[in-house]
């Protein structure tokens, strides 16, 4: 278990979790957060170990966003042409953390209990699938404090649910609550406990992390791809990608098990680079 100012890194098998743990701060994300987070998530990827990670929080408030206190300090740092282009860069390694996700050889699965607001929604934009509590609501926050959404939400929302609908929840700063999320198809699903949640995202995570990683990590790439381009094009990128990763012993083993009515075993994709996470 890694433990940092901003969150939590458990490893079950090939089940990573992370959890937002400031719920004093109502899991606002700092600092600490724009750095730690690119970083881990690249190396959960590079191992080839991990096949699900969760994301979830403690307390009654998923992420409300930006820590203030990151206003305050990137006010003096815009003064001059020197300081926007440096500004640049930071914004940049912000991004990096839920580009990241995107990434990833894994599926993301976001627990959203409670309110998620601004750079939460920047977080769950990112994921690949999200179920929520019957209290969760969502708001893109920073036009309600004077700026507007620049992590990635303006960008990958409209892919998402309804353009227009993005442009209402941008322009307004309004909130949806979880069962308007559910009918636009923000949400997955909606639990009215916590617990409940848990249980229903612990359950997905382990059917996702009995496939083969290799398919699994090749569908997310196609599901992305298709996301950016038109159908021709996705369709000749599915022909070089199918060549490139069919694997007929993980159809023999999942064929096999099916039969046998087993669990069946597969290899965990190739390591990238000597990037360790601590346990």
Not at 91 to 106: C, K, N, T
Not at 116 to 140: K, P, Q, W
Not at 187 to 215: D, G, W, Y
Request: charged fraction near 20%.
């Amino acid at each position: 278990m890694s433990n940092s100012l901003s969150f939590v890194l458990k490893q079950s098998g090939a089940i990573a979790r992370i959890t937002l743990n400031r719920s004093k701060k109502r899991n606002a994300l700092n600092w600490h957060f724009w750095t730690e987070f690119p970083k881990t998530i690249r190396a959960l990827s590079d191992s080839g170990q991990t096949r699900v990670l969760l994301i979830d929080a403690t307390g009654p408030v998923f992420c409300a966003g930006i820590d203030l206190a990151m206003f305050s300090d990137m006010g003096s740092s815009v003064k001059t042409a020197h300081d926007r282009e440096a500004f640049r860069h930071i914004l940049a390694q912000m991004q990096s953390g839920f580009d990241a996700l995107e990434a990833a050889r894994f599926v993301v699965i976001a627990a959203i209990q409670g309110p998620c607001l601004g750079g939460g929604v920047d977080l769950i934009s990112a994921c690949d699938l999200r179920y929520g509590t019957t209290n969760a609501e969502f708001r893109i926050e920073e036009i309600n404090v004077g700026m507007m959404a620049d992590l990635g939400t303006l960008q990958r929302l409209p892919k998402l649910i309804s353009p227009a609908l993005v442009a209402e929840l941008a322009y307004t700063g309004a909130s949806m609550d979880a069962k308007q999320a559910v009918v636009c198809g923000l949400l997955n699903a909606q639990f009215a406990e916590a617990r409940q949640l848990a249980s229903h995202v612990n359950a997905i995570a382990e059917t996702i992390a009995e496939k083969p990683p290799l398919a699994i990590a090749a569908t997310k790439d196609a599901i992305l791809h298709a996301r950016d381009h038109s159908v021709a094009e996705t369709m000749r990128y599915m022909r070089a990608l199918q060549a490139g990763i069919f694997q007929p012993q993980d159809i023999e083993a999942a064929i096999t098990a099916r039969i046998n009515k087993q669990t069946p075993a597969f290899d965990d994709l190739t390591k990238l680079s000597s990037n360790e996470i601590e346990n």
